[in-house]
């Protein structure tokens, strides 16, 4: 049988490096993409069935080569994680063109140039996109004008996706990750922040990264065949609360 192939971007670490971790314990094979050379083959170290390749999904011609590369090795490829981004928190005042430009072109290019690269092999035989936005995509947030933007627009990129691509067979969804236990969390999250983000989220906590991971490899599996066009905020319940107080929450927990 042949093995299923999944393309992971940003898979050097965090959610992408426990995707791949994932995906190779059920039995698919990772093309593992990132443009950090040197942690992506610290990461790929003693992954069985992993495969490096060294990429910035905001140039295309080293997407373009990317794609080729993963097919000379496998063969073929069933599935497209697009996980490789950046986050910049700074306010709309402070927010430079430059800046803009950088967040949009790994963030919302990097999705469109690769998706488009492998639209034609997965017209082959089906298969699925699964596009890492954020909460922060679906509800507004201080210092995220372009991080925030950028994510709301991949959720509709998904959907654009999904509407044109379903006739070949090919699912396309998108994962909004709430806050998650991540180094960077804790490095860019003070003590103040991290309390008030776990009285914000119904499950009083950070998620973790094989969390997030269990669900983009369900919707890449045949498990979620008929899921296409779909957003899934995996946040611990935090886009739910709406704007929901978290006094006004604990006043209703006899009831």
Known sequence: MTLKTAIVTGAARGIGLATTRLFLAQGWRVAMIDRDTSALKDAAKGLDGAHAVACDVSVPDQVDAMVQQVLDHFGRMDALVNNAGIADFRSLADTDFA??????????????LTSQAVIPHLKQRGGAIVNIASISGLRASTLRVAYGTSKAAVIQLTGQQAAELGEWGIRANCVAPGPVDTKLALAVHSPEIRAAYHDAIPLNRYGTEFEIAEVITFLCSD???????????VDGGFDAVGVGLPA????????
């Not at 800046?99 to 999705?111: E, S």
């Not at 979620?224 to 905020?233: C, E, N, R």
Request: no cysteine; charged share 10%; net charge positive.
């Open 99 to 112: 800046i803009w430009r950088q967040v949009m072109a790994v963030n919302l290019d990097g999705v469109f």
């Open 223 to 233: 498990r979620a065949s008929y899921v296409t066009g779909q957003t899934i905020a």
């Open 248 to 255: 006004l929450r604990a006043q209703s927990g006899g009831m």
